[in-house]
């Protein structure tokens, strides 16, 4: 692709990546003190005495943190061109914080469970899968040299390190627009209900819909 054919998708990852910003920085600061100090008396996700809990659910969030700021970076096609061990670098980040960041969230699941019950638990340990299997997939299509298929899962990886920020937004748009119609402080409203999947699933299916029409990198 022509360079100048790729500015428009260099502004749109760079207003992306802005756009995150904010949340990286508070799941970096949140893991950060939650590994580092008692925070028992501020937050549920804290054990007192919990070790392992503990380094799961705040490791999960340092290790997302740095997937949800690497991986619009990690997309770019012009960034890949015009610094391949760059990408190669980043891409081994992504893919070690995505597997953290989903083995963390999915012990934490299996240690003290969810706010919102077994259908949170179900929504979120899906997403860890989805997140741990892309990212070993597209390391491995990577070492084989398998461009196509390594972009394919490299992309679904994109998606899922992006989804964390996406639920965030859905929540923001939502209380803006109704107040908070349908959610509850336990997240166990009908909108919190559908949220659990909401913000992955159809992005990962409208990933594959564009897939379909644009199975070689060149062609988008
Ligand atoms: C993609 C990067 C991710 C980031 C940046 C991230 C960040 C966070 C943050 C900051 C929280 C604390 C809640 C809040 O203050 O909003 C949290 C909670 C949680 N995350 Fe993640 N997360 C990521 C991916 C994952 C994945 C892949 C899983 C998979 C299992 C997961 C499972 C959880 C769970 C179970 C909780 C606790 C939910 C609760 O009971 O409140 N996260 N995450």
């Known amino acids: 692709m022509a360079a100048r054919r790729l500015w428009p998708q260099s502004v749109a990852l760079a207003l992306l990546w802005l756009l995150a910003l904010g ?18 008396g ?16 705040f490791g999960h969030m ?3 943190a740095a997937i949800t700021c690497l991986a ?5 096609a012009a960034l890949r061109r015009r610094f391949p061990a760059l990408h190669r670098g980043m891409g081994r980040v992504l893919v070690a914080g995505g597997m953290l960041a989903g083995l963390g969230g999915l012990a ?35 070492r084989r040299r398998d ?28 209380f803006l627009a109704t107040g908070g ?6 997240l166990t409203g ?5 949220q659990v999947l909401a913000f992955f699933v159809p992005y990962l299916v409208l990933l594959e819909l564009w897939l379909r029409r644009h199975p070689e990198p060149g062609a988008a």
Request: one cysteine or more; a positive charge; glycine letters at 12%.
């Open 23 to 40: 949340f990286v920085l508070y799941a970096a600061g949140f893991g950060w003190r939650g590994l580092t100090r008692d925070l028992s």
């Open 42 to 57: 501020q937050t549920y996700l804290y054990t007192h005495g919990g070790w392992a809990a503990n380094l799961a659910v």
């Open 62 to 64: 340092l290790a997302g």
């Open 72 to 76: 619009p970076l990690q997309v770019s």
């Open 108 to 142: 934490y699941i299996a240690l003290r469970g969810t706010i919102g019950g077994p259908w949170m638990d179900f929504g979120f340990a899906l997403y860890g899968v989805c997140m741990v299997v892309a990212a070993v997939q597209a390391f491995r299509f990577a």
């Open 147 to 174: 461009i196509a298929r390594h972009r394919r899962w490299a992309l679904r990886l994109f998606v899922l390190a992006m989804a964390s920020w996406l639920f965030r937004v859905h929540y923001g748009l939502w």
């Open 181 to 186: 119609l349908g959610s509850t402080e336990g």
């Open 190 to 194: 009908p909108f919190d209900r559908v």
